[in-house]
C-alpha cells in the first residue's frame, strides 16, 4: 500500500480501512492538473534557491515522461496507491531517484489537491461555457428561420395568444444566455491560486506564490490559507450553474416531447436522435429529450450532496471534502453530454409550421385582440371582455375559429363589429403589432435576434468557432 505518511505509524492500515480511504480510483481523473501543478512548484522552488537547478530538471522531465507514458497508454494508472498524488509521487522516485522525494518540499496534499481541483473546474467551466455558445448559435440561427412561423403561445399549457417559433425560442436564448453569464462569473471568482497555503498555516520555505499563481494563469495566489484548503465554494457555485443549465434544457425538453405527440405534431424529431419500440413497430420515442430531463434530477443531486457535506465541516481541512470529486466529475459529464446532444437534436428537428399555424387559429388565441379591437371602437374592455367571452363558447358550440365567423354572426354579439374585424384578428396582425421590446412583431423579434448576435460575436471573439 503505497502511502506517503507511514513513518508515524508502527502498523499497516487494514486493508478494508485503506480502500474505504483511499481515492485513486476516481481522483485520477486529476492527473494531469496534479502533473500541471507539480511542475509549477518545482520550477518556482528552483527559482527560490530550494532546489538546484539539476534537482529541478531532473523532476521536470521525469513528470514530463511519466505524462507522455499515460498519454501513450505505456503507463496505466492502477495499483495499491492511496491517491493520484502518491501515484505521481511514486512513479517519478521509481525514475529519477532520491531527487523525486523533494518534489513536495512546501507543499502539502491539502493545497495540492485544491490546486488540482480548481485546474480541473476551471477547464471545465470553460467547456461548459463552448458548449452554450454552440446550443446559443443553434437557437440564433433557428429564430432567424421562423420570424414568421405562427403558432400558439400557452399559459398553464392553454393556448393563449398567438406568437412566432423565434419568440419562442428566444426565451431559451435568453436562459442559455444567463448560464453563459453565470459560468463566466464563476470562473472569475475561483481563478485564484491555493498553491503555497500548505496544510493550512502556510510554509516556512520562501515560497513565491505570485510566480506559481503566473505560471498557472491564475489573477493571483487565494488570501488566506486556511481558506484556500477548506473552500469549496467554486465547486458549489458550479454544480449551481450546472443545475441551472439542465433545468433550462429539462424544460426545453419536456416542450419539443409535447411538441412531438401525435396529438401536436409541432416538430418532427430526426431519425438519429430517436429510438424505437421492441414490440410497436409504430413507435418513434423523443428518448434523448427523456433522458436529459431524467438525468436533471442527478446534477441536483450532486449539488445537495456537496451542500449537504460542507454545511457542518469546521476549519479547516477534513477528509470529508474527498466527496467533492465523485459527484462533480459526474454531474460535469452528464451535463456536457447532455448540451451536445440536445444541440445536434436541435439542429436537425423538423418543425411543422403549418401545423402550428393552424393550431394557433383554432386555438382562439386572438380571442384578446378581439377584445382590443371592441375597446378601439369604444366598448368599454369590460363589456368588450364579456362580449368576446360569449363568441368563444358559440364558436365551441360551433366548432369554429373565430376568423370563421360571419359578419352576421360577429354583428349578433355587437353592433361594433365591422368589416376590418378579420383583418384585425389575423395571426399576422395579432403578432406584427407588438412591437415593444421583447415582443413577438417582426421588427421587435429583428431588433433581439440583432443583440443575440452582439453578445454571440463577443463570447466567441477569439475562438476558433469566431
Known amino acids: 500500500m503505497a502511502q506517503l ?27 494531469g492538473q496534479d502533473i500541471e501543478g507539480s511542475v509549477a ?47 505521481i509521487e511514486a512513479k517519478l522516485i521509481e525514475k529519477i531517484g532520491d531527487a523525486g522525494k523533494k518534489m513536495h518540499t512546501g507543499r502539502s496534499r491539502n493545497d495540492q489537491v485544491a490546486l488540482d ?38 399559459t398553464h399549457l392553454q393556448k393563449a395568444q398567438p406568437t412566432t417559433l423565434a419568440h419562442h425560442l428566444g426565451a431559451y436564448f435568453e436562459m442559455f444566455k444567463r448560464d453563459h453569464q453565470r459560468l463566466t462569473d464563476v470562473y472569475r471568482r475561483m481563478n485564484y491560486c491555493p498553491l503555497g497555503a500548505g496544510a493550512f498555516a502556510g510554509t516556512t520555505y520562501p515560497l513565491d506564490r505570485n510566480y506559481t499563481s503566473t505560471m498557472l494563469g491564475f489573477e493571483g495566489p487565494t488570501q488566506n490559507s486556511m481558506d484556500s484548503v477548506s473552500d469549496r465554494d467554486y ?7 450546472l443545475s441551472m443549465i439542465m433545468m433550462h434544457l429539462s424544460r426545453f425538453c419536456e416542450e419539443i416531447i409535447i411538441w412531438n405527440t401525435n396529438e401536436y405534431r409541432f416538430v418532427e424529431i430526426d431519425d438519429g436522435f430517436s429510438t424505437g419500440s421492441s414490440i410497436m413497430p409504430q413507435k418513434k420515442n423523443p428518448d434523448i ?4 430531463r431524467g438525468k436533471t434530477g442527478r446534477v441536483y443531486g450532486a449539488l445537495m450532496s456537496l451542500l449537504t457535506t460542507m454545511k457542518g465541516l469546521p476549519l479547516a481541512y477534513n477528509k470529508d471534502m474527498q466527496e467533492d470529486k465523485e459527484v462533480t466529475f459526474d454531474a460535469i459529464k452528464t451535463v456536457n453530454d447532455s448540451l451536445g446532444l440536445f444541440t445536434g437534436m436541435l439542429k436537425t428537428m423538423k418543425f411543422n409550421r403549418s401545423v402550428m399555424e393552424k393550431s394557433a387559429v383554432n386555438g382562439f388565441t386572438n380571442a384578446t385582440d378581439a377584445a382590443d ?94
Open 5 to 31: 505518511w507511514g513513518g508515524r505509524f508502527s502498523k499497516e492500515t487494514e486493508k478494508d480501512v485503506f480502500e474505504f480511504n483511499a481515492s485513486l480510483r476516481f481522483d485520477k481523473e486529476l492527473v
Open 41 to 87: 512548484h518545482v520550477v518556482m522552488l528552483e527559482k527560490q534557491g530550494i532546489l538546484t537547478l539539476e534537482e529541478k530538471d531532473s523532476i521536470v522531465k521525469g513528470l514530463t515522461d511519466i505524462r507522455n507514458e499515460l498519454e501513450s497508454g505505456s503507463l496505466k494508472i492502477e495499483g495499491e496507491y492511496e491517491d493520484v498524488h502518491s501515484f
Open 117 to 154: 481541483m480548481r485546474l480541473f473546474i476551471r477547464e471545465k467551466v470553460s467547456l461548459t461555457a463552448d458548449n452554450i455558445a454552440d446550443l446559443l448559435v443553434v437557437i440564433n440561427g433557428l429564430m432567424e428561420d421562423n420570424e414568421e412561423t405562427y403558432m400558439p403561445g400557452f
Open 235 to 241: 465547486c458549489i457555485e458550479f454544480l449551481s450553474s
Open 289 to 292: 429529450a427523456e433522458l436529459i
Open 373 to 466: 379591437y371592441l375597446v378601439l371602437k369604444g366598448v368599454p374592455f369590460r363589456d368588450a371582455h364579456g362580449i368576446i367571452g360569449r363568441i368563444v363558447l358559440y364558436c365551441i358550440e360551433k366548432q369554429k375559429a373565430i376568423d370563421d365567423l360571419t359578419i352576421e354572426e360577429f354583428r349578433s354579439f355587437s353592433e361594433a363589429f365591422g368589416s376590418d374585424i378579420y383583418d384585425a384578428i389575423s395571426l399576422k396582425t395579432c403578432v406584427e403589432k407588438r412591437l415593444t421590446t421583447g415582443a413577438p412583431g417582426k421588427a421587435a423579434i429583428e431588433a433581439e435576434i440583432s443583440n443575440n448576435k452582439k453578445f454571440l460575436d463577443e463570447i466567441l471573439k477569439g475562438t476558433d468557432k469566431e
